[in-house]
């Protein structure tokens, strides 16, 4: 008897600790999957023009965003929510983007905001 119980507690005790885990990564996939079909479906780019859609977890709200790297804009991340609806929220241009020649004014992937 003793021996069951302290295999479901132990059983138990993984299970907390594999939950927050676990939610943690199916969220980020869920919304890099969300993002790649705004991306693809609603503003009409083809897989081969995006060069990585990742879903990150921020420890600042909102806890779930995308980065966004396009084949044609090395080293210039765009960042986005997919909570209610898909927005753009900002955009950065790494040191290796800045040595490609990317620079705020010349950017393709900006959304631009009503």
């Known amino acids: 008897m ?9 059983t138990l005790v993984v299970l907390i600790l594999l939950t927050p885990v676990a939610y943690v990564q199916v969220n980020k996939i869920l919304y ?5 079909a705004y ?9 081969k023009e995006i060069a ?3 879903g990150i977890w921020s ?3 909102p806890p779930f965003l995308v980065r ?10 765009y960042t986005y929510f997919a909570h209610d609806g898909v927005l753009q929220f900002s955009y950065r ?7 490609n020649g990317f620079r705020e004014a010349r950017l393709k992937h900006v959304d ?3």
């Open 2 to 10: 003793r021996g069951r119980a302290g295999y479901v507690l132990s």
């Open 93 to 99: 241009i790494t040191p290796e983007g800045r040595e």
């Open 39 to 47: 991306l693809t479906d609603t503003m009409g780019y083809s897989r």
């Open 59 to 61: 420890i600042k709200a």
């Open 32 to 36: 890099a999957k969300r993002v790649s």
């Open 112 to 114: 631009a905001y009503e």
């Open 68 to 77: 966004v790297e396009f084949k044609d804009e090395p080293g210039v991340e």
């Open 52 to 54: 990585s859609v990742q």
